[in-house]
Each structure stands twice: as structure tokens, then as C-alpha cells.
């Protein structure tokens, strides 16, 4: 028997492929793809002549990504969604901020394989890609069960590439996924609300700059001196910061977009008086760059530990003073463990 397609990995045009090939109207392709927008099966495609319906059934399936748990943390206004795919695998989703106004945190991958020290997804490495689908299917969820929960529309305000894996690992898969989410005469979600993270892949930081998008890049720092980001970070190795922060303005080059580094703060590590003298040394003459200060969120697997809020205040400070532009925020999920 040949497996069935997803629906929820097809394009218009592989759809109006499909559809040409057995003698239907191209456009149909459209009224499928907003029927699948909203996770209905095939069965509820009402606007679709019923012998059309049959066809999908035997080519496609609706099996969309289930719902099969969410853990919910009232006083920091944080969800974290446990989404089951078809072969059984998971991937989480995390929301982040009232119902009506929140930024979704998606994946891209079942788990990461890059190792980072204080993440956990990369403590069991990586299982698999995610496909287009599968990344777009995150938001449909989400935007489903919180529109059912709330009584609001669902769609998330931001969408950020920053769960379970590295997005620049799956890139065809992001890419396909972002011009999904952005298809004016689809889901029509605002590029510029789009943030892709990265641990720093420089091939695809370049890639990426070329790309005819305007979708926001966040690279994850966390150091800096190579040293002290190789004993935090592996990718270091591969990827220096002489090589890396080249690309990164070629980025900013290119797109004329800021550019945010991630930088989580770790006690006695790499949030004292020294790191936030060399960071301001480093990006005091850069444009178009914002830092993202993060205190680290305990995973229970590492006896990494976040400082306290006052040292916290303390390095954000050092940084304003030196003329950077940089904010604070708690760790997401902190009470709930999200990765």
C-alpha cells in the first residue's frame, strides 16, 4: 500500500500539480490549503465536489500534529504544548504571554544535536528533521486550542524559531514553513514578526542574509571570547567567532534589519564585570544590533545556575553604559521547564 501524503506538507503548487493531473481546476488548490489552515479533515471541505473529496482521501492524509498536552504556568503568563506527530515523536511549542497577545517559540526539529550546555533539548540528541508541515502545523495548533480556550482569535502576535533544534539545520524546511506562514493569499502572517534563531551556522547566516525575506535573525552568543563559548557551547569549534561575526554583518548588511544576539547569563561564568567590559569593547561601533539578556532557567541536568536578579541588573547595566542596546527577560517557562 503507498503511504499517503500529508496535506499539511503541501504547497499550492504541489497541489495544483496534483490536481492537473487528475483533471481538476487548479484552483481548487487554494480552497484546500484554507480548509487545511484550519486543521478540518477532508470529509468537512464542504466547498469541494465530493468525488474531489475521494480522491484527496486516497492520495493525502488529514492526520494533523495532536494536541496531547499543555502545562501551564499562570504567574508567568507561559504554556508549554507537547505536540504528538504521526510516527509517535514529539516536539514542543511554547507560548509566551497573554492569549491575545503572545510570541509562539516553535521547533524545527525532534530534538538537537548540538549539544549546548544548558539547553536540554540537545541532552538526548537529534532524532529527526521536522517537515514544512510540521513546523506550520505548531502554529495552526497553537492558534486552535487557544482560540478554543480563550474565546480570541489565536494567532500568536510573534513567532519565534527557537524551540527543539537548529533551524538552520532544517533549512529548506524553515524556509518552506516561513513562506507558508507569509502567503498573502494564505495564512498571511507578518514577515517582519518572524524571528529565526541560531546557534550560529555560518554558511547559512550568509544563505540566509540573501534570502528575499525580511524576517528577523537572533544568533545565540552566550560569550564573548571563543574560549569561554567552546566550554558552553560546541558549535564553537566548527564555527569561531572570527568566522561568525563576519557573517553577522553581512546580515545586517544586506537586510538592513537588526540583528539580536541571545545571551544567557550564567552565575560566575559569563556574567561578571570582565565579559560585560569585552562585549562592550567588541559591538560598542556595530549598528543595527540588540542584546537579549536571558537568566538562565535551572534544566535540572547540569549544575549550571542563573544569577540573581540583582547581578542580572547589574550586567544589563554595564551594558547601557557602554552604549548598547539591551534588554533583560526572564527564562521562559521557568516554573514549568520549558527547554
Known amino acids: 500500500m503507498i503511504e499517503r501524503l500529508s496535506l499539511l506538507d503541501q504547497s499550492v503548487d504541489s497541489l495544483e500539480g496534483w490536481l492537473t493531473e487528475a483533471g481538476e481546476p487548479a484552483y481548487r488548490s487554494r480552497q484546500i490549503l484554507k480548509w487545511v489552515d484550519q486543521l478540518q479533515p477532508i470529509d468537512s471541505m464542504s466547498d469541494l465536489p465530493a468525488p474531489l473529496r475521494e480522491l484527496l482521501k486516497e492520495k493525502f492524509t488529514d492526520e494533523y500534529i495532536d494536541t496531547s498536552e499543555c502545562i501551564e504556568s499562570e504567574d508567568e503568563g507561559t504554556n508549554r504544548f507537547l505536540f504528538r506527530l504521526k510516527d509517535g515523536e514529539a516536539v514542543e511549542s511554547v ?37 514544512p508541515g510540521e513546523i506550520v502545523g505548531q502554529i495552526l495548533s497553537l492558534r486552535k486550542v487557544i482560540s478554543q480556550r480563550h474565546g480570541v482569535d489565536g494567532w500568536p502576535r510573534h513567532i519565534v524559531y527557537m524551540g527543539m533544534g537548529e533551524p538552520f539545520q532544517n533549512y529548506q524546511a524553515t524556509m518552506d514553513s516561513i513562506r507558508r506562514l507569509i502567503d498573502p493569499q494564505g495564512i498571511n502572517f507578518g514577515v517582519r514578526r518572524i524571528t529565526v534563531s541560531t546557534v550560529g ?58 540583528l539580536t544576539f541571545e545571551y544567557i547569563l550564567l552565575k560566575d ?54 552604549g548598547l542596546h539591551v534588554t533583560l527577560r526572564q527564562s521562559p517557562g521557568k516554573k514549568i521547564n520549558a527547554a
Open 95 to 131: 507560548q509566551i504571554g497573554a492569549p491575545e497577545d503572545y510570541t509562539a517559540c516553535i521547533s524545527t526539529q525532534v530534538g538537537c544535536g548540538l549539544r549546548c550546555s544548558f539547553c536540554a533539548s540537545g541532552k538526548f540528541g537529534l532524532v529527526r528533521n521536522l517537515s
Open 201 to 258: 551556522l555560518v554558511p547559512e547566516i550568509y544563505r540566509f542574509a540573501e534570502e528575499d525575506l525580511q524576517v528577523g535573525l537572533a544568533v545565540s552568543l552566550h560569550a564573548p571570547n571563543s574560549d569561554l563559548r567552546k566550554s558552553i557551547m560546541p558549535i564553537e569549534e566548527v564555527y569561531p567567532l572570527s568566522r561568525l561575526f563576519p557573517a553577522c554583518e553581512k546580515y545586517i548588511e544586506k537586510t538592513g534589519r537588526r
Open 269 to 322: 561564568i559569563n556574567d561578571g564585570p570582565k565579559e560585560a567590559k569585552k562585549l562592550v569593547e567588541i559591538f560598542k561601533s556595530w549598528k543595527l544590533v540588540h542584546f537579549n539578556l536571558i537568566r538562565y532557567n535551572p534544566i535540572g541536568l547540569t549544575r549550571l545556575r542563573p544569577p540573581s536578579p540583582p547581578q542580572a541588573k547589574a550586567f544589563l547595566h554595564r551594558l547601557r553604559e557602554g
